[in-house]
C-alpha cells in the first residue's frame, strides 16, 4: 500500500528520480503542496482559495515558479485532503495525477517529518485525526470535530475575530486564570498525578470582567487539551509513546505551549517537527500507488 522512509534523504523510487514528486493536500480552505527532486524536499508553499479546483491550479503553479520549475520536469502529482475528489476525474495540466488516501498521506508526512519510525500522527485542521503509523502499517484510530474549525469559530462568537494569526497573537496576553477552573480551585488536597494547576474545567471561571486576550487563550487552551487528551488515549491504546502534531495549528505558539504540559504531565513524547503544517501534502508526495 506504501513506500516508507528509512532515512532522511531516501526517497520512492516508483517514479523517475531525476522527475519532481509532487504533493498536493487541498483542504476546504488552504491548499498546501510540496515536491521532491532527487530525494529532496522542496520549498514548500500554499494558497488560500475556497474553490479547491482553482486552489489545486494556484498552488501548482506558485510552486513551479518559487522553485523554478518546468512542466516537464514533473513526473506526478499526488493529491490527497478533503478537496482532492473535486479534482479526481482531471490531470492537472495534464501531468499524470493519483488520489491518495489522507489518513495513509498523514501517517507518512508524520512519520518522515519527525524522522520517526512508530507513532501516533495527529493532523489538526478544520477537524482532527489520529492515525497510527510504523514503518509497514498505517491504521486510522479516531477523529474529531474539535480542530481548526471549532477555533474560528468560537473566536468569530467569541471575538469577532476569525483568522489563526490574530487569534494566536491574542492569546499570548491572555490570562488563563481567568478562564479556566484548576484542581486547586476545587480540591483542598492533593490529586495523586495531577498538579494543582491543572485544568478542571475549561471556561469555568469566565465572569462579566474578562478580557478578549483572556477569552483567546481559553480559545486555544479548550482546542489544544482536547485534542491532547484524545492524542494521549489514543498513544495508550497502540502502546506508544511518540505522539506527532501536523497541520495548520501547529503553528500557534500558545497552543505549542499547551502540547508541552501534556508532555510534562503524561510523561509522554510530544513532538511538533519541521514541515508539520505541510506533513500531510509531503506524506502524499511519498505514497506509492503501485501498492494499492
Known sequence: MIAMLGQENQSRELIGSNGVLVGLDVGGSIT?????QKGKLLEETLVKASDPVASAYGALGKFMLLNGLRLDQVEAIMITG????????????ELPSFIVPEFDAVGLGG?????????VVVSMGTGTSFVYADMTTIRHIIGSGVG????????????????FESISEMSLEGNLRKIDLAVGDISRYEIPGLSADTT???????????????????????????????????????????????????RIDSGRAVLKGFSDLYKVDIVVP???????????????????
Open 274 to 292: 519541521e514541515h508539520a503544517e505541510f506533513a500531510t501534502a509531503i506524506g502524499a508526495a511519498l505514497y506509492d500507488p503501485s501498492f494499492v
Open 111 to 119: 512519520l518522515y517529518t519527525a524522522q520517526a519510525e512508530r507513532a
Open 200 to 250: 478542571a474545567s475549561n471556561f469555568g471561571r469566565v465572569d462579566d470582567r474578562v478580557k478578549q486576550p483572556d477569552l483567546a487563550k481559553g480559545i486555544v487552551n479548550l482546542v489544544f487539551q482536547s485534542v491532547g487528551t484524545m492524542a494521549v488515549l489514543s498513544a495508550r491504546l497502540e502502546k506508544v509513546n511518540k505522539i506527532i502534531f501536523t497541520g495548520n495549528l501547529t
Open 148 to 163: 481548526g474549525g471549532t477555533l474560528l469559530g468560537l473566536g468569530q462568537t467569541m471575538l469577532g475575530i476569525r483568522d
Open 32 to 36: 498546501k503542496i510540496v515536491g521532491f
Open 82 to 93: 478533503v478537496g482532492a475528489s473535486y479534482v479526481a476525474d482531471s490531470e492537472l495540466l
